[in-house]
């Protein structure tokens, strides 16, 4: 997966942060405890020269096998004595050495694999992650929480279709707190329907808060905001980018694509919602839509058959209620 330079950049400098400082804190930690125990400096010095002693063996050419496991035994000695003296002091064992975030890589971002360098997994993850925060930077998640989440504002009278909205709202608000706290990569999309101002977008907002505690990937973006920047992209004929912005769309766990339908729509806009649900849907990734707009009126602004694949991979929420920002 090709990503722009601007996010190579932030990654590389997230990692090499994280390698740093496992460093410093290792440097820091002996200087600390090397003042206290001397011994210990002593040791990593012996066990420095012992290095040596061992290079030079083996770069002599001679039959060393005798002097090579003599080095070897003391250099196993004094890395016991060294282990002993720091737990008998009251410190872990490693107490002394780094802590890297990744230990497959301690944290350079690759690995050797069949003799080959690899990029490492925890590499990858930050290079998406880093995708990910810079699409959400385009639409900030807010501060829309489950706690902040009030019942008390839909009504239990009934609604013209018979309908109360506060047991309706209640059912939905406790069915996307589950969701989110058993979401997995595989768990189903979720449509969120209902006209303006019923807490769709503050309800998807406070899964995604949930999910991303979680460790997952989320991006967070409105319809005609992502659909108007990547068609601005593809006329500009700025592949790279829309390219980097589509992969994000479809490789981020949890997708949410608020606002459904009010995008002004192109060839350009279908074409791309088309491939974006195609791609998740086949690769049974979860995404949560919200929409104002009515079955009968998807249909009428996708393809009938486009909204019902989609509708088939997803729970449907319908929310009801009056407008709750005439209530703020
Ligand atoms: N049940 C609720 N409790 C607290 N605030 C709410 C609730 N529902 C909506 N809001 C707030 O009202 C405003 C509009 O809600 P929003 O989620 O944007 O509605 P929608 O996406 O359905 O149009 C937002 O500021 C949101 O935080
Ligand atoms: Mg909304
Ligand atoms: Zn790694």
Known sequence: ????????????????????????????????????????????????????????????????????????????????????????????????????????????????????????????????????????????????????????????????????PYNRMSKIYSFCLDYAMEFSKKSKGIIMKGSTGLGKTHLSLAIANEVIKKGFSVVYVSAPDILSKLEREHFSYEYSREQE??????????????????EFSTQFTSTAIYNLFNTRINAGKPIIINTNLTGAELENAYSQRFVSRVMASCLMLDFIGSDIRSLL
Do not use: W
């Not at 872990?92 to 360098?117: A, I, Q, R, W």
């Not at 590499?123 to 639409?139: G, M, V």
């Open 245 to 262: 912005i589509m992969q994000s769309l479809f490789d981020c766990d949890l997708l949410i694509l608020d606002d459904l339908g009010t």
């Open 1 to 164: 997966m090709a990503y722009s330079k601007h996010i190579y950049d932030t990654a590389t400098d997230k990692l090499n942060s994280r390698r740093m400082s496992a460093l410093s804190v290792a440097d820091y930690r002996k200087e600390q405890v090397y003042n206290l125990f001397p011994r210990l400096k002593e040791i990593e010095q012996s066990l420095t020269s012992i290095g040596v002693s061992t290079a030079k063996a083996v770069l002599s050419g001679k039959d060393a096998v005798k002097e090579l496991t003599s080095l070897k035994e003391k250099s196993t000695a004094l890395q016991e004595e060294y282990k002993a003296l720091l737990v008998k002091n009251g410190y872990s064992e490693d107490y002394l050495e780094p802590h890297f975030v990744c230990d497959k890589c301690s944290d350079t971002g690759f690995v050797e694999l069949d003799n080959k360098t690899v990029t490492c997994e925890c590499y990858k993850k930050l290079l998406s992650d880093t995708a990910c925060e810079e699409l959400n930077k385009i639409s900030p998640l807010s501060l829309s929480t489950f706690d902040t989440f009030k019942l008390s504002y839909y009504s239990e009278t009934p609604d013209k279709n018979g309908n109360i």
